[in-house]
Nanobody
Framework: QVQLVESGGGSVQSGGSLRLSCAAS????????MAWFRQAPGKEREGGAT???????NYADSVKGRFTISRDNGKKSLYLQMDSLNPEDTAMYYCAAAVRRYFCTGKELAEGGMDYWGKGTLVTISS
């Protein structure tokens, strides 16, 4: 069983940056697909970025060029560096893991299909 705990959320002004972290326990995180999702108030969950066991990344168009997903297998951690934030980025951000696949399928951002989820960390961007 994998436990995921997000941290690093907060309130920043438009144009600012935040770095989210996700600490994993129960598995070493080097061997499977992981992702960041977000859900804004009153909206459906949205995929943000994925990273597979080989470190290959994929991003939703809404965050491409502004967000960077990375992992540190030794620290069992997943990160999301978020730059050029705007009020539309305000959401609860969730870390997720698909422990049964080393490579992400490319469908995670649209369909989810992850095995484990964290409880989220809140990001609020003011204009």
């Amino acid at each position: 069983q994998v436990q995921l705990v997000e941290s690093g959320g907060g309130s920043v002004q438009s144009g600012g940056s935040l770095r989210l972290s996700c600490a994993a326990s129960g598995y070493t995180i080097g061997g499977f697909c992981m992702a960041w999702f977000r859900q804004a108030p009153g909206k459906e969950r949205e995929g943000g970025a994925t990273i597979n066991g080989a470190g290959i990344t994929n991003y939703a168009d809404s965050v491409k060029g502004r967000f960077t997903i990375s992992r540190d297998n030794g620290k069992k951690s997943l990160y999301l560096q978020m730059d050029s934030l705007n009020p539309e980025d305000t959401a609860m951000y969730y870390c997720a893991a698909a422990v049964r696949r080393y490579f992400c399928t490319g469908k995670e951002l649209a369909e989810g299909g992850m095995d484990y989820w964290g409880k989220g960390t809140l990001v609020t961007i003011s204009s």
